[in-house]
């Protein structure tokens, strides 16, 4: 397995434009998470999804967050419009029950967003 | 004005030593906890995890122990190698479902 993909990896926008960010979960797990990561905070989490559904936006910031997960095999995550302060690094990882120790969550690489 | 981030435990360590990073989690009724290490710009990769019922498991070369009384848990890494040298995280699993929170991390330095 390719394990968990992102992307972009790395994305530099300027302020008020849409963005999204795009993650594709390991094939079989059920969760799927995302955080986000700045030196502020460290890794917060937004929002997570169980098959397909989201359970808890709680972590989402404001309503220019948003996130879906049309299918198993992919979600995103959408800021609109952007903002400086929403600078961090973005990660997508998911997670299964089918297994042992399937709680454990397999992040993706992350996508580092810039907002000018 | 200059920005505040957060204070991040270091640590730094000869190689070959044993290394031991240390968390406090929240929630006394947290029943999964986990560590991850993360190298520079790379995602969090999960290392070990243990569940409440136990006190102390093993892997290789990491041993994790878990004080319930304290709410505390500790990451112990053998013979402590230069690939070692990342941010650890310990992470607790939400009680109401499937969240998982994170501490700030320890910065984790070998030193040849």
């Known amino acids: 397995d390719a394990g968990v993909i992102q992307s972009p990896r790395h994305e530099v926008t300027e302020m008020g434009q849409e963005v999204t960010l795009r993650c594709k979960p390991i094939?079989?797990?059920?969760?799927l998470f995302w955080y986000r990561q700045t030196m502020m905070r460290g890794l917060e989490l937004l929002i997570y999804f169980n098959n397909n559904v989201p359970i808890d936006d709680s972590g989402m910031p404001e309503d220019r967050f948003s996130a879906k997960m049309p299918n198993a095999s992919f979600s995103t995550l959408k800021i609109q419009p952007s903002e400086p302060r929403d600078s961090a690094v973005y990660f997508c990882a998911s997670g299964g029950r089918a297994l042992p120790g399937a709680n454990v969550l397999t992040f993706g690489a992350g996508s580092r967003l810039t907002v000018l | 004005g200059e920005s505040v981030g957060l204070h991040l435990p270091t640590l730094s360590v000869q190689e070959g030593d044993n290394s031991i990073i240390n968390c406090a989690y929240s929630?006394?009724?947290?029943?999964?906890f986990i560590w991850y290490k993360q190298e520079s710009g790379k995602g969090p990769q999960f290392i070990i995890d243990i569940r409440s019922n136990m006190d102390k498991r093993q892997g290789q070369r990491v041993t994790v122990l878990l004080n319930k009384t304290v709410k505390h848990l500790s990451l112990q890494i053998a013979a402590t190698q230069p690939g070692d040298s990342a941010v650890y995280f310990c992470?607790?699993?939400?009680?109401?479902?499937?969240?998982?929170?994170f501490g700030t991390g320890t910065s984790l330095t070998v030193i040849p």
């Open positions: 094939s079989g797990h059920d969760y």
């Open positions: 992470a607790e699993r939400g009680v109401t479902g499937n969240q998982f929170y």
């Open positions: 929630n006394s009724a947290s029943d999964y």
